[in-house]
């Protein structure tokens, strides 16, 4: 069942949506605010978001810089091109202007879902020094490879893949799952330990921190 964010504080409108996703099969989860959305990122783990931009607190625009990793569908009652064109410029995968057609919402909504399943769409990953391909799994810090085991390649695709969130212990253990099946909550922390010292061999730097009580994330700067 694919998972959809609702980024919406009208009350109304987010509860249409709701409903109108629920119905359509799909796993929904709300947000009231941008500040909102980024901490529901690192406990869900959405296939899709839908995004307004007149928010409380972190505005859309600030949110949708940290979803880079994720479709994200602006829904807005801003009409004007020039908005469109900086948002789909800026990471936007396509935007809706209220009001909108259900039947419209629901077509660009599989068409975004539809490509973000595609194994074509990226091949690498990139954070600071370090790159991880997708296809050939080669990991290389400042140039030079670092061999990694299964359950570590796993678990730092996922970080690579949301730079800019917490993951908690729960879900990395859920999502590396279909990657690796020997990762416990037991061994977890050996697994982050061995990972965070292949990738200061090359470079010095520490690139995972641990978040604590909740998880972990990669270290900016």
């Known amino acids: 069942m694919k998972k959809i964010l609702i980024v919406e504080d009208d009350l109304h409108i987010g509860a249409m949506l709701d409903e109108l996703l629920t119905k359509e099969g799909y796993e929904v989860s709300r947000a009231y605010s941008g500040t909102e959305a980024l901490l529901a990122l690192s406990c869900f783990a959405p296939d899709l978001v839908l995004l307004d931009l007149m928010l409380p607190g972190l505005s ?79 990991v290389n810090v400042k140039g030079m490879h670092v061999h990694l085991t299964r359950t570590e390649f796993a678990i730092l695709k996922l970080l690579m893949q949301n730079p800019a969130q917490v993951i908690t212990k729960s879900l990395l253990l859920d999502r590396i799952s279909e990657d690796t099946p020997d990762c416990t909550e037991s061994s977890l922390k050996i697994h982050i330990s061995n990972l965070r010292k292949k990738l200061r061999e090359p470079s010095g730097k520490d690139y995972i921190e641990a978040v604590w009580g909740i998880g972990f994330k990669l270290k900016e700067g």
């Open 60 to 138: 859309g625009e600030e949110a949708l810089a940290q979803m880079r990793h994720l479709p994200v569908i602006v829904v807005s009652a801003k009409a004007d091109v020039e908005d469109k064109v900086s948002l789909l410029l800026h990471g936007a995968a396509d935007y809706v202007t209220k009001p909108f057609h259900a039947k419209e919402l629901l077509a660009r909504i599989a068409v975004q879902l539809r490509g973000s399943a595609s194994p074509l769409r990226q091949e690498a990953l990139a954070f600071q020094d370090i790159t991880l391909s997708l296809s050939t799994h080669e």
